[in-house]
């Protein structure tokens, strides 16, 4: 019922701490003090390196050569494929697309790069061909 506040030794009650106007916070405000708190404590976790850990570092070589090893793998996955070599000629094929109105049109194929000539004419184009999609 009684409101109790504690009295100080004079008597009197205590000052009242004031408060401070409370600032909007947004969320883009806490998260970048979060960031720069986490590099503050990254930065202060980093230690010098003992003996020990420089005695790995021959480890750590073969890990990274693996990783160049990788690389070079995934980079030839994902490498554009050479054109093929016709048979007759064993030289690099062209990359042409079919433009004849049919359920071919628009697909790719390799042929020959010589120019058209005599059947008989050995320096005429040969009949290589190679759909595109079936480069391997």
């Known amino acids: 019922m009684f409101n ?4 100080s030794e004079t008597g009197t009650n205590p ?3 004031k408060r401070k106007p409370a600032k909007s916070q947004s969320l883009a405000n806490f998260l970048i003090k979060e960031k720069n708190e986490v590099k503050k404590e990254n930065e202060s976790q980093e230690e010098p390196l003992s003996q020990s850990q420089l005695s790995d570092s021959s ?16 980079s030839k996955l994902f490498s554009k494929k ?7 000629h064993q030289e690099t094929c062209v990359l042409q697309t079919v433009k004849k109105v ?3 049109k628009g ?7 010589r120019p058209v000539g005599l059947a008989n004419d050995k320096q005429a ?3 290589y061909f190679l759909w595109a999609d ?3």
Do not use: H
Not at 107 to 113: D, M
């Open 4 to 7: 109790s506040i504690p009295l």
């Open 15 to 17: 000052p009242e701490k």
């Open 59 to 74: 480890q750590s070589d073969s890990v990274i050569g693996g990783e160049k090893s990788q690389s070079q793998e995934w």
């Open 82 to 88: 050479s054109a093929p070599k016709c048979l007759t």
């Open 102 to 104: 049919g359920k071919n």
């Open 107 to 113: 697909k790719k194929f390799y042929s020959c790069a």
């Open 125 to 127: 184009r040969c009949s």
């Open 134 to 136: 079936e480069v391997s």
